[in-house]
């Protein structure tokens, strides 16, 4: 995690910890055209016994203005990590949104040693360009 990056958001689901971090990539945005580009880094930790296996995404994300965009797909970035117990996966993306700042939350889809399948909650989180909330 980036000095300037903090936890914004953390849930723990069956076993499954989810951490996500954020931070506004000016360098990436032209906010005179609308285009507000966020980075975000999630961190997954197994603290069960047994491994589980990320199989896919559902994020829920939604703007200033109240529109919302779902996004769904296999895995996180072109992989469905294994995770053994005390292991952590760690992934940066990207959300590009036209207001200054937005929301984003959903869950993981994943599944357990035994076969059981369960949602691993990605709490609700902010984007927000500094100073867009003051």
Wanted: charged share 20%; aromatic share 8%.
């Amino acid at each position: 995690m980036a000095a300037s990056e903090q936890v914004m958001s953390e849930a723990i689901t069956n076993g499954v910890r989810v951490q996500v971090s954020t931070r506004f990539l000016e360098e990436r945005s032209n906010p005179s055209v609308n285009k507000f580009i966020f980075a975000y880094t999630v961190t997954i930790t197994n603290l069960e016994s047994a491994p589980v296996q990320l199989m896919s995404r559902k994020w829920i994300i939604k703007d200033a203005d109240g529109d919302i965009d779902t996004v769904e797909g296999p895995g996180v970035v072109g992989e469905k990590p294994v995770l053994q117990p005390g292991q952590s996966f760690e992934y940066t993306s990207y959300c590009p949104l036209e207001t200054p700042f937005g929301t984003m939350e959903g869950h993981y889809n994943m599944v357990a040693a035994d076969g059981s399948r369960f949602q691993a909650k990605i709490a609700p989180f902010g984007l927000a360009t500094p100073g867009a909330l003051n």
